[in-house]
Nanobody, 118 residues
């Protein structure tokens, strides 16, 4: 059974940092693309960062230079390091896996809330 479980969300002040984790089970992370997405209240879900099986990564312009996606294939876990957080980063963050990020993501986690506020 394929499962993705996010953790690490919480409340942080503007300028702070958080590390999100996504633990995968039921499949090998190293053979698939995986990404982080977010959805803020009243807004559409957007792709934040993608990590492909060939090691390439990309990030949305809004988070470039502040967020970093990485994966530990031995632990079957993907991370999102978020620095210099802004109030507009507040959202539910989801990890997803599939053949092509962000276009074709077959499996989704339930999400973790990130709130950036003073």
């Amino acid at each position: 059974q394929v499962q993705l479980v996010e953790s690490g969300g919480g409340l942080v002040q503007p300028g702070g940092s958080l590390r999100l984790s996504c633990a995968a089970s039921g499949f090998k992370l190293g053979y698939t693309a995986i990404g982080w997405f977010r959805q803020a209240p009243g807004k559409e879900r957007e792709a934040v960062s993608c990590s492909r099986s060939d090691g390439s990564t990309n990030h949305a312009d809004s988070v470039k230079g502040r967020f970093t996606i990485s994966r530990d294939n031995a632990r079957n876990t993907v991370y999102l390091d978020m620095n210099s957080l802004k109030p507009e980063d507040t959202a539910v963050y989801y990890c997803a896996a599939g053949p092509s990020c962000p276009q074709y993501m077959d499996y989704w986690g339930k999400g973790t809330q990130v709130t950036v506020s003073s």
